[in-house]
């Protein structure tokens, strides 16, 4: 069984919200190069150990901007 955590779900939606960036900006625009850095750190911090209870508090920023 897989198990998607929020964390997933997040970068899912980061991941789509850059390939809309780049098809609408081009793929060497600012926004583009902003939306990827976003997903990087994102995917760093998935990729790193961190305490229980990080989730809520690290990753509520990044998904208010989604909106942008």
């Given at each position: 069984?897989?198990?998607?955590?929020?964390?997933?779900?997040?970068?899912?939606?980061?991941?789509?919200?850059?390939?809309?960036?780049?098809?609408?900006d081009?793929?060497?625009?600012?926004?583009?190069?902003?939306?990827?850095?976003?997903?990087?750190?994102?995917?760093?911090?998935?990729?790193?150990?961190?305490?229980?209870?990080?989730?809520?508090?690290?990753?509520?920023?990044?998904?208010?901007?989604?909106?942008?």
């Open positions: 069984m897989f198990v998607v955590s929020m964390f997933d779900v997040i970068i899912e939606e980061y991941r789509k919200k850059m390939i809309e960036v780049a098809a609408k081009g793929l060497v625009s600012q926004r583009t190069l902003e939306a990827s850095q976003n997903l990087d750190q994102l995917l760093n911090l998935k990729m790193s150990e961190f305490p229980s209870g990080f989730y809520s508090k690290e990753l509520s920023p990044f998904y208010k901007n989604l909106e942008k």
